[in-house]
């Protein structure tokens, strides 16, 4: 067993509002589903933050090529509860970029998205970032907040598509205790 699975394993479950949601790895060949219920969040999530036509046209973008690297990489973990994907979180083991988190909306308030986080700020440790960052829509700005994260300013993220959309760059910085010099 790897370190990073004994890491994991520390927050590979949890009672998410008496629902059992069990962290897991992802794979390449999760990415349709993972994609898939990222679109369903965009539109659902986002549509209260962004006009029409700018989640019309994100959420009709696929699956960005990094997707493979960063989940090749292990930075990836699903959420899942009763064998159902409920969420995923995406961290760039190189950067220490929050790359994506996302939650089927029809679950969300849940404590699903703390849940991935948590797994996901466990990785950063294990790599020993001693921060990590993200570029934050703007539904989730109070979500990151929340967990700590520090909004550092605004941004004007340019997507694949073309379409500039509004973000917030944003830090945490991890408990040193738990990382080593460097990083």
């Avoid at 069990?22 to 369903?40: C, G, Q, Y």
């Avoid at 659902?44 to 933050?49: F, R």
């Avoid at 109070?142 to 993220?157: K, L, S, V, W």
């Amino acid at each position: 067993r790897t370190s990073s699975q004994t890491q994991l394993n520390n927050f590979s479950t949890g009672c998410v509002n008496k629902a059992m949601i069990e962290l897991k790895p992802a794979f390449i060949d999760d990415i349709p589903r993972l994609w898939a219920l990222r679109t369903r969040a965009v539109r659902v999530s986002c549509a209260g933050h962004y006009s029409p036509a700018q989640i019309d046209i994100w959420s009709a973008t696929t699956a960005p090529e990094t997707y493979l690297r960063l989940i090749a990489s292990q930075g990836a973990l699903i959420a899942e509860e009763d064998g159902q994907l409920r969420g995923y979180a995406i961290l760039d083991l190189q950067t220490g970029e929050v790359d994506a988190i996302f939650v089927d909306p029809d679950h969300s308030g849940k404590g699903i998205g703390k849940h991935l986080l948590q797994g996901i700020e466990a990785l950063a440790l294990q790599h020993a970032f001693r921060r990590v960052y993200l570029f934050s829509s703007l539904n989730a700005v109070a979500f990151y907040q929340a967990a700590g994260f520090i909004a550092m300013r605004d941004e004007e993220y340019v997507h694949p598509s073309g379409i500039i959309l509004r973000s917030l760059y944003m830090e945490k910085v991890l408990p040193e205790s738990a990382v080593t010099p460097g990083r």
